[in-house]
């Protein structure tokens, strides 16, 4: 498969390990679920059905420590290799239960040649407006996600559950998410009334200023200066250290947009290092037996 920006047609994969959510469909879809490839990674696009795929450690290794995991996909499709299963696997290996969340998303053209031609006007006016000059603008209030929510408080309600089967300290549990993942990471903060997350890490997402709940979580976030979505924004480092809760930040050189877990000879390739330090600093990866 080319390892291109070209959208290829794929089959949908079986998903086996994947747990439906029952947060019902959408309203004014018509079209199927349906995946493709692009730059040889997975795409899901028109899911109206949110699962939740889990990614257990290897036995012995689990410490309790647990990551909701949150692909992006500007709410159109769902970016489910690079910044889903990939981040997951990873999390594992670390010894940390993650569950990849697939959310439900607004609908798009049925054909895909359709989309990618929609893709590409949505892709061009938003690096038009890398021009703006303002600086630290609130985040613009995101559409309807009241689906997205759902899922994601469905989710963790589920983990929560089943947290004595899955080996989940309910104390520990966090959320991740990339570009449009790492917006419905802070939606869940400073909306959600169900969850508490312990921590959040959201990943070149929005970076505009927010009204901070008093009882959020510490942040671990970051973003490549080379994103055509940033725009030298700080807002949203700036909320939470002047709300006084703990907040991590990385400015890296290089990396563009959805980087994921990394792409070839780019400084952003070491958040995930960052990433588990971090978590390993604040004491959110101590198991019983430390």
Known sequence: MAQDGTMY???????PNAIPLGT????????????????????ARNISTATLTPFFPAPGK???ATVIVAPGGGFRWLSMGNEGWEVA????????????????LHPTPESLEDFSDSMNRTFDEASKSTNDKEKDVPQRPRRNLSDQL?????AYAMIVERAEEWGVDTD????????????????CTLRSETMDLAFIGPVYGGMGEVDVPA??????????????LFHGQFGVIRSWYEAGIPVEFHLYQNGGHGFGLGNPDRTSNRWFEAFMHWLDVNDFLKGDDR
Request: glycine fraction near 12%.
């Open 89 to 104: 696997k990873a999390l594992a290996e670390q010894g940390i239960t993650a569950f990849v969340l697939k959310y439900r």
């Open 215 to 228: 009882d959020a979580p510490p942040m671990f976030n970051a973003i490549a200066s080379d994103d055509f």
């Open 62 to 64: 689990a410490n309790g």
């Open 24 to 43: 019902g469909g959408v309203e004014g879809q018509p079209a199927q679920e349906t995946w493709f490839r692009q730059w040889g990674d997975p795409m």
């Open 9 to 15: 047609p794929m089959e949908n994969p079986a998903e």
């Open 172 to 187: 520990r549990i966090g959320m991740i998410g990339f570009s449009a993942g790492a917006g419905l990471t802070m939606h």
């Open 150 to 154: 759902e899922d994601a408080e469905a």
